[in-house]
């Protein structure tokens, strides 16, 4: 405790514990010591809390959950403390106060908040619910649907829709603890009862059940198997029902049930690790830092579906831009679709089209002119995936770029050193896979070739960060990480339809599992003409298929031409309106179960001689996921990524893996690799031809030495690439 000034009536708390001020043991203990010392010294007549500089806090210390120590202090208590202090207790919100940060600030008689601040309770999503009677008293405050909303989703709001919901009670653009200490000895002497949320009583809706029904309805329907948002749920509603303190109960007993569960284990083994991935090589990035990037010019060249969304995640991110395209058509017609969507995201900014700016050419402008290229500092070169044309560009950046420019290639599966080899600097040829719709998804995978400097790799991770998406650096292999995991996922959900599955019934098990959308409504998404033009680019299928080849095999193991036969048939999915399901229209979202893709596997099966039978829902998803996973021990053996932590943010951020279960590598730690092993054994003696079905080495090591914790994984390698 402290005061604002000498002889000041004002006593000021301070939450001190960079960089965010979470709410460590030792926080709370101060805080709780703060208190009391302040509540006794009689020349004391107000308290205000703040948090050091310019955050007031992020909340719960989330490394103390999983520590021993971890019920030596609970903070509930202490924000009861703060509410029945004889004295006012104003919280002075500067930065961020999120989770048990709110919650003592709720404790607090009255909140202030800078206009630029932004409050929350995302405890959700990191599998737990706030547990300092956050859940009893946001509700009293602003009523139960706002209170719902924000603790269901944990979305952090604005201090001005803070204002407005009465979260705070005022709103200030110049310096908060001066105004916070002013409110503090305004309020002197006020009477405190009204200002206690506990007392207050929850307000009534015109029908509170209906509403209830409903929004429990609408909350199970997000969560698909995630547990929390269904908890946090019921302890609002508990709110609605009981008494205060019977609804803390309540909200103590779902707490705990969530914090011992494997779900809040897996979200917040997620949340470090998505952190921990972010921070690789960016100490490598040439100097100045951030600031420089923003005032950089960058280009990028093609303005197909991908370019378009990487130049409006440029523009947003406020990095001038400079698209180019091969001829007037493309480029008008790339430049409707870019200033369409930022039209889009402009709408859903505070300040629109104005904070964008993208109407101001040097912002954003859209050329033929090849040789604009050679003043930029950075090439994103997002061309359709054809080796021979991106070879043939990058000869020619190679000769127009300044020295020092980066050139990156957008591309999934790509040789990178190939493409680095029709130019003179492979140095700093860079690999940016970005996810489709590139201004919405938050992965970039950057993968680094044979030759790419430690400083190019470390720029990229730059730009990454700069639009705010998570970067994650992979080596040189076909399909990287994230897609070459893939294949034996989707190449498994094939196969199960020849042996007498369907898509429907491979989706929904996937989905169950908590997939956003199983692999066949995502082919259908993505179009399956795109694997079929890289199927024959391999010579897989199509012409250049010897004469005589087996239907069902390639290169001595089975293959499944049925993805080329409903190609074949010009079914390419959403956009012909068929593919593996049926759509309203060509361009239709909405997936019906084909009858004619029923039989047409019935006949396929027939004609090959297959027995259909019924393939249960743990066959589906131990298939599916466990080659997914032994990929993944495979390409950790190879050294093509330097964690388990990287796939896992791959996966969570760039393939809809369902967080809660922590990424793929994750979620194999938790059923445990002596059980991946036996089933990986056991699929691939069924199904022999199958190569990714046969236990990956690492796999095998990991249960030999005895199961180890995924923390440990990698110390049982030797080799690993100097670049990662
Ligand atoms: C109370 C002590 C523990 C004892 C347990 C006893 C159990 C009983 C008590 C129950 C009380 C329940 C109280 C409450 O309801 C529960 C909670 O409050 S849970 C926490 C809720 N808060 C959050 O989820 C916020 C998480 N953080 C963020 O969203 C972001 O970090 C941010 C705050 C918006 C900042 O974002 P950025 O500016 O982008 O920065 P970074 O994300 O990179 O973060 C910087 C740095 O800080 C680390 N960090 C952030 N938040 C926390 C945190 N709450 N606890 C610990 N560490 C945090 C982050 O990891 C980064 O560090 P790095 O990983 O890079 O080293």
Not at 20 to 44: C, I, W, Y
Not at 430 to 450: C, D, K, N, Q, W
Not at 649 to 675: D, Q
């Amino acid at each position: 405790m402290e005061r604002y000034a000498r002889s000041s009536a004002v006593a000021v708390i301070r939450l001190r514990n960079p960089p965010v001020n979470a709410l460590s043991v030792e926080v709370l203990q101060a805080l709780e010591d703060g208190l009391k010392k302040a509540e006794a010294d009689p020349s004391v007549k107000a308290i205000m809390i703040c948090g050091e500089n310019g955050k007031f806090s992020a909340g719960a210390d989330i490394r103390g959950f999983s520590t021993p120590k971890r019920h030596r202090v609970a903070l509930g208590p202490i924000v009861s403390l703060i509410e029945s202090s004889e004295k006012p207790v104003v919280a002075a919100i500067e930065g961020i106060a999120l989770g048990g940060g709110l919650e003592v600030a709720l404790g607090c008689h009255y909140r202030l908040a800078h206009v630029k601040a932004q409050m929350g309770l995302p405890e959700v999503t990191i599998g737990l619910l706030p547990g300092a009677e956050g859940t009893q008293r946001l509700p009293r405050l602003i009523g139960v649907p706002a209170a719902l909303d924000m603790i269901t989703t944990g979305k952090h709001i604005p201090a001005t829709e803070a204002l407005k919901l009465g979260l705070v009670d005022e709103i200030v653009e110049e310096n908060t603890i001066e105004a916070a200490i002013r409110l503090a000895n305004k309020v002197i002497g006020q009477p405190l009862g009204p200002r206690r949320l506990s007392l207050k009583p929850v307000p009534k809706l015109p029908n509170t059940d209906a509403f209830l029904r409903e929004a429990l309805a609408k909350v199970k329907k997000q969560a698909r198997g995630f547990l929390a948002p269904e908890l946090c749920f019921q302890a609002v509603k508990a709110a609605t029902e009981r008494p205060f303190a019977e609804g803390v109960r309540r909200e103590r007993e779902l707490f705990q049930r969530l914090l011992s569960s494997e779900q809040a284990r897996a979200l917040q083994y997620a949340f470090f690790a998505e952190r921990a991935v972010s921070r690789d090589h960016l100490s490598l990035a040439p100097s100045p830092l951030p600031g420089t990037l923003l005032s950089d010019v960058y280009i990028y060249t093609g303005l197909g579906t991908m370019g378009q969304g990487i130049a409006t995640s440029l523009v947003k991110a406020k990095i001038p831009v400079v698209a180019l395209e091969q001829d007037l058509e493309y480029l008008n017609k790339g430049r409707k679709a870019v200033m369409g969507l930022l039209e889009r995201e402009a709408m859903k900014m505070e300040g629109g089209a104005q904070t964008l700016d993208f109407h101001n050419p040097a912002r954003l402008q859209f050329t033929v002119d090849f040789d604009l290229l050679s003043d930029v500092d950075l090439v994103i070169e997002a061309v359709f995936e054809d080796m021979a044309l991106k070879k043939e560009i990058f000869h020619k950046l190679s000769k127009i770029c300044k020295p020092g420019a980066l050139l990156c290639t957008n591309t999934s599966a790509l040789n990178i050193d190939e493409i680095a080899s029709a130019t003179s600097r492979p140095q700093q040829v860079i690999g940016t896979h970005f996810f489709s719709p590139a201004h919405v998804m938050r992965l970039l995978e950057i993968i680094y070739g044979r030759h790419t400097s430690p400083t190019a790799i470390a720029t990229a991770m730059q730009l990454a960060k700069a639009l705010k998406k998570v970067g994650v650096v992979v080596g040189n292999c076909f399909g990287f990480v994230g897609n070459r995991m893939m294949f034996p996922y989707v190449e498994q959900a094939v196969f199960l339809l020849e042996e007498g599955s369907r898509p429907e019934a491979v989706d929904q098990a996937l989905e169950d599992f908590g997939f956003k959308i199983g692999p066949f409504r995502m082919s259908d998404l993505a179009g399956l003409d795109v694997g079929w033009r890289s199927r024959k680019g391999q010579g897989l299928t199509g012409p250049s298929l010897p004469a005589g080849t087996a239907a069902r095999q390639r290169h001595g193991q089975r293959y499944s031409p049925l993805p080329d036969l409903l190609c074949e048939r010009g079914r390419f999915g959403q956009k012909t309106g068929k593919g593996w399901y049926q759509y309203e229209k060509a361009g239709g979202r909405t997936a019906v179960p084909d009858p004619w893709l029923h039989s047409f596997l019935s006949q396929y099966r027939d004609s090959h001689g297959i027995k259909t039978r019924y393939i249960d829902q743990e066959e589906i998803l131990e298939r599916c996921l466990f080659s997914l996973i032994n990929e993944g021990f495979a390409i950790l053996a190879e050294g093509i990524a330097s964690a388990p932590e990287h796939l896992d943010v791959i996966y969570i951020n760039g393939y809809g893996w369902p967080k809660h279960r922590g990424g793929p590598m994750f979620y194999a730690s938790t059923v445990g690799l002596p059980h991946v092993l036996a089933k990986l054994q056991k699929y691939s003696e069924a199904h022999p031809d199958v190569p990714k079905l046969r236990p990956s080495a690492f796999l095998k090591k990991l249960v030999a030495a005895g199961n180890p914790p995924l923390k440990e994984w990698m110390s049982y390698l030797s080799r690993q690439s100097p670049k990662l």
